[in-house]
């Protein structure tokens, strides 16, 4: 398994620009979550979802957030219009939601500079 | 909702010397408790975990001991090695209706000098 998919690895933008990440989550997990890294605020989890539908947004900062999972095999995280505060790294991660269990796979991250 | 609270911040041993890495959480509810290393460069990888209805985990150089009464886990790696310089995270899941939901302490940068 190729593990979670984000793309692009590296995004710079200027402010009032509009970016949206990508996530490819490992194929038969059902839970996906997207996180922002700082070095402020540590890792902070944004939104996540469960067989596809957004079951909690309480961490998504504001409404130039959004996010969107289509499908079992693909979620974006959007923002827009973008600000230099935006800069961070962006993981997403998937898991297979089981009571037991909940390891969450992270994908390698994006790193968003917004000038 | 939860909140972790990890110590220390940065941590720095000899090579061969024990590291240890503390967390306290405020749900009591928390039943899942896992231990992520992150390189530089990389997302955060899961070492170990442990859940409510244990109390001592050990995989070869790494343990954790949760302590449910006081709401503190910690992570021990022994013998430590160049190559577990990183940042640890400890974290906590959430039961009720934010089940699934980890949250994560501020992490510990870990160096370890040959």
């Known amino acids: 398994d190729a593990g979670v998919i984000q793309s692009p690895r590296h995004e710079v933008t200027e402010m009032g620009q509009e970016v949206t990440l990508r996530c490819k989550p490992i194929?038969?997990?059902?839970?996906l979550f997207w996180y922002r890294q700082t070095m402020m605020r540590g890792l902070e989890l944004l939104i996540y979802f469960n067989n596809n539908v957004p079951i909690d947004d309480s961490g998504m900062p504001e409404d130039r957030f959004s996010a969107k999972m289509p499908n079992a095999s693909f979620s974006t995280l959007k923002i827009q219009p973008s600000e230099p505060r935006d800069s961070a790294v962006y993981f997403c991660?998937?898991?297979?939601?089981?009571?037991?269990?909940?390891?969450?796979?992270f994908g390698p991250g994006t790193r968003l500079t917004v000038l | 909702g939860e909140n972790v609270e990890q110590h220390p911040s940065t941590l720095s041993v000899q090579e061969g010397d024990s590291a240890v890495i503390k967390c306290t959480y405020s749900d009591s509810a928390s039943n899942y408790f896992p231990w992520y290393k992150q390189e530089l460069g990389k997302g955060p990888q899961l070492i170990i975990d442990?859940?409510?209805?244990?109390g001592e985990k050990k995989d070869q150089r790494i343990a954790v001991t949760l302590n449910k009464t006081a709401k503190h886990f910690s992570l021990h790696i022994t013998e430590t090695q160049p190559e577990d310089s990183a940042v640890y995270f400890c974290a906590a899941r959430s039961g009720g209706t934010s089940y699934g939901k980890l949250t994560f302490g501020q992490g510990t940068i870990l160096t370890v000098h040959p």
């Open positions: 991660a998937s898991s297979f939601r089981d009571r037991a269990k909940n390891e969450q796979f």
């Open positions: 442990i859940r409510s209805n244990v």
């Open positions: 194929s038969g997990h059902n839970s």
